[in-house]
């Protein structure tokens, strides 16, 4: 008589290619989520940010303006294997996840409530934490933090120098997945 014992390996990985949309509170964006590992996947993104401003000096008392961006950020979804072990869904690279983002937004042209709101082109890299989650196979929302380098090109305007900055990012996100 011959006992054979197996154990089971844990098959948790991202996924090869992900595309979606997202919206949230200050934009809309369009995205792919790329694998690089069992772990980490490339997620190329663009959208339109958005922004608003308000108050006495503000003709009409208050305005809205979205402006393009270009996201490249690698993330590593750090516990894949571990939601899996626990029966908890895993597709759609479910998981919670460290980032480095980096944001470019041009001056290329906006959409806007008054001609005269303008952008200055940007570029930010921020570390992230954030989740992940899918429901219902195809929607999904995020909730992200992060905190980095920013700086503003003022020179092409005629400025002296650019402006360098403390850049936040807040992400609170949902969308649908194809």
Known sequence: M??????????????????GAQTGILGIWVHNESRLSNSIALRSEIGFNGG????????DNFQWILAPTLNVEPRWYYNLEKRESKGKVTSKNTANF????????????NISSSKNNSVVENFTATAN??????????????????LGYGVEFWKQYGYAD?????????????????
Do not use: C
């Open 2 to 19: 011959t006992a054979i014992s197996l154990n089971a390996q844990n098959t948790a990985t991202v996924e090869g290619s992900i595309w």
């Open 52 to 59: 608003f401003m308000g108050g006495t000096f503000v003709e």
């Open 98 to 109: 460290f980032s480095i983002k980096t944001a470019y937004n041009p001056d290329w042209f």
């Open 162 to 178: 650019n402006d360098n900055f403390i850049a936040g990012d807040l992400q609170l996100r949902v969308g649908y997945t194809f």
């Open 129 to 146: 934490w954030g989740i992940k989650r899918t429901l219902w196979e195809h929607f999904t929302y995020e909730v992200g933090l992060g």
